[in-house]
């Protein structure tokens, strides 16, 4: 009978495990899918963005080793020429710009069309150059100078010029001038009760010497002076006239040549024989790599004439020049001559 009962017993266990509930369905794949769904779109998201989903920037993860990497260009693309900000200079520029302005050359002549009577025209010119000399220390070329460098440089003026500037620019460029004067003066004289008079008044017109452009004009006037004669009374009212416009004329000049240097001192590039239009185009990119400023006046198959505006001396300069013609494939260009801040080559192709 006990037999019975517990063969009945393990009966009963055996069906109570029978109809126990099936175990859960396993969801972990379909976790796992969801996971990598969403993984792929924070992908998707950050390289659109460039910003992960926590908010910061995201790091690329290097690719594997045979995977060839490739690095965007800069925002853009590539630049011919190197990046200067106008107005904005290093130490050593500011210290070029200042060093520059506190040794400016002058030249000094008449306005050859103002229709002066010569003794005044040299007696102007005379005090200028003495107030150069007293007041600044400067060496200066006196007018019977010039008037014999004018015949004496034709011959070499139309060689290297051809006549397209004028032979004072040239002067003025050949003995390193930054500036060149041009007065122009008229002088007035009266008699009464035996005692002589005279007044001056003019003006004074500075040009830049490597371009030619006039950087401004000041207007003078002397005070009424009185002499023993007429002829003495005039040259008094010249010499304080003169003198009344030089510091002027100094301080305007400082402050333009300033004001046009925001790029540095401009010098002039002339290249002879350049038939090949790619070659300057290839040239001129070539320099605004060195140049802070390069701007090309005019071309044709025989002259090329381009403006380089830098806070360097001449000789860096025309170093400079060379660097670039080799970048740009004219290796045999040479230097024809020179003369201050202007520059004359043949390309050599």
Do not use: H
């Amino acid at each position: 009978m006990k037999r019975i009962i517990f063969i009945t017993l393990l009966a009963l266990v055996f069906l109570v495990g029978c109809v126990s509930p099936a175990p859960p369905a396993q969801t972990q794949p379909a976790q796992q899918s969801d996971s990598g769904n969403s993984a792929f779109a924070a992908r998707a998201q950050e390289l659109v963005s460039g910003q992960s989903s926590g908010g910061t920037s995201s790091t690329t993860t290097p690719p594997a080793t045979g995977t060839p990497v490739t690095t965007p260009p800069a925002s853009g693309g590539s630049q011919d020429t190197a990046t200067f900000v106008p107005g904005v200079l290093s130490a050593d520029e500011q210290g070029f710009l200042e060093n520059f302005l506190n040794r400016l050359q002058y030249m000094v002549y008449y306005d050859p069309t103002a229709n002066m009577p010569e003794n005044i025209a040299k007696a102007a010119v005379a005090q200028a150059n003495r107030y150069l000399i007293e007041q600044l220390g400067r060496t200066v070329l006196d007018i019977d100078q010039l008037e014999r460098l004018r015949q004496d440089q034709q011959t070499a003026y139309q060689a290297e010029t051809g006549g397209s500037i004028d032979i004072m620019q040239y002067l003025a460029q050949k003995y390193n001038a930054d500036v060149y004067i041009e007065i122009a003066l008229q002088a007035t004289s009266e008699t009464r009760n035996g005692v002589s008079y005279g007044q001056a008044n003019g003006s004074m017109k500075m040009y830049e010497t490597s371009t030619g452009q006039l950087l401004g004009t000041i207007a003078f006037q002397s005070p009424q002076v009185r002499n023993t004669s007429i002829e003495a009374a005039i040259n008094s009212a010249v010499i304080a006239s003169v003198w009344v416009g030089m510091p002027r004329m100094i301080d305007q000049s400082k402050a333009l040549i300033r004001n046009s240097m925001s790029n540095g001192v401009r010098y002039q590039v002339i290249i002879q024989n350049t038939p090949d239009s790619r070659a300057m185009s290839d040239f001129r990119r070539a320099l605004g790599r060195v140049f802070r400023e390069v701007v090309q006046e005019s071309y044709s198959a025989s002259e090329t004439k381009i403006i380089v505006s830098t806070f360097q001396a001449a000789s860096r300069v025309e170093d400079a020049i060379y660097d670039a013609a080799d970048r740009a494939g004219m290796p045999d260009i040479y230097l024809l001559f020179s003369r201050g801040r202007s520059f004359t080559f043949n390309s050599g192709l």
